[in-house]
């Protein structure tokens, strides 16, 4: 179930990113306040995860994947380009997330 938590987390976190890119120093009040609701959840279910995790590997993981995931969807859908330092940046995260997770983290 942590790893449940964890992975909602880890979408709210993405919502947080995307959010607060569009609320431009939150003067964009629909903006800002799924920036805050957002950040709101994802940290309750990060704390939910982190019951199980390991504080430091749970949060690393956390901030990891949601970051990839943001680099993915700016290019995706918001034209933001995706060379090849950001694909190895990635496959170096994943690399550490996988190394975290065979350190028997959770």
């Known amino acids: 179930m942590s790893w449940l938590h964890l992975g909602v987390a880890v979408i709210f976190e993405i919502a947080v990113a995307i959010s607060a890119g569009n609320a431009r120093g939150f003067t964009r009040p629909g903006w800002t306040a799924a920036t805050l609701v957002s950040g709101a959840i994802g940290t309750f279910f990060l704390s939910l995860a982190l019951l199980t995790f390991d504080v430091g590997v749970g949060y690393a993981i956390w901030t990891s994947v949601a970051g990839v995931g943001v680099v993915i969807l700016g290019a995706l859908f918001f034209g933001q380009r995706l060379g ?9 995260v994943i690399g550490g997330v996988v190394g975290l997770r065979l350190s028997g983290a959770a």
Do not use: F, R, S, V
Request: proline share 0%; no cysteine.
């Open 84 to 92: 090849w330092q950001k694909l190895l940046g990635i496959a170096l």
